[in-house]
C-alpha cells in the first residue's frame, strides 16, 4: 500500500514540475505532518521513486535547522509555544532557505548539532531544473506557505503516531518522561497549529497514513 502512493505521489509531483510555470528555479515541494507521521520515511521512499523518472532532487530535514537549547527552552513561555514559534528561526528560514531556492542555485544554511547544542553554517548547492523536497512540520504556518509551490500533509490517525514517538524517542528519557514531554509540548504545538492552520485544508494532496 505504501509503495502504491509514494508511486502516485512521485507522478503528480512530477506533473507538478514539467507542467511548472518558472523553469528558472526549482519546484519547492513541502511534506508535512505531525509527529510520527512518517514523514522522514515517506520522502525517502519519494526520493527513490524519482529516479524513475531521471530527475534531479534536493532535500531539506526542517529539524536539520532547529536553534540551540537555551532559545527554546526555559524562555518564560509555555512549552507549547516554544516549540510551535521557538522550536525554529522562524524568520531566518526565510531568510537563508526559502527565498534563495526561489532566487539563486545555493542556499547558506544554519546546521543544528544535537549532541554539541551548537549551530555551523555550510553551503548547499541546488540546481534550478528540480524538484526540492521540504519534510518537518508546520510547514504551512502562515510565515511559510507562500514559498511552497504545493504541499503534500500525511495524515496519520494519533494513536498510531502516539505509538511511534513515545517508543521511538529514547532521548527524552523514559517512557513517562517522553509521555509528559509529549503531552505538555508537542502535542499542545499541534493542536495549535491544527486549529490556527488548518493545514488539512491549505494542503495541495492529503495522504491517510
Known sequence: MMNRKVEETAETLYSQYKNRSNKNRPL???????????????????????????????????????????????????????????????EGLITNLLEPLHKQNHVILPFYNKSADLISTRQVDVLK???????????????????????????????????????RDSYLGDYQARLKKYTERYWLGEQHYMETVQPLTAADLIITM
Not at 530535514?61 to 516554544?82: A, F, M, P, Q, S
Not at 521540504?134 to 509551490?149: A, V
Request: charged share 30%.
Open 28 to 90: 519547492l515541494i513541502g511534506i508535512d505532518g505531525l509527529g510520527g507521521a512518517g514523514k522522514t520515511s515517506f520522502i525517502k521512499e519519494l526520493s527513490r521513486e524519482f529516479k524513475n523518472f531521471n530527475c534531479e532532487i534536493g532535500m531539506f530535514h526542517l529539524d536539520d535547522h532547529i536553534v540551540e537549547k537555551n532559545k527554546r527552552y526555559r524562555t518564560g513561555y509555555e512549552e507549547w509555544y516554544e516549540y510551535y514559534y521557538l522550536q525554529w528561526d522562524i
Open 129 to 167: 531544473d528540480s524538484i526540492v523536497l521540504i519534510e518537518g512540520i508546520f510547514l504551512q504556518r502562515k510565515e511559510w506557505r507562500y514559498y511552497f509551490d504545493y504541499v503534500v500533509f500525511l495524515n496519520c490517525p494519533f494513536e498510531v503516531r502516539r505509538d511511534r514517538v513515545l517508543h
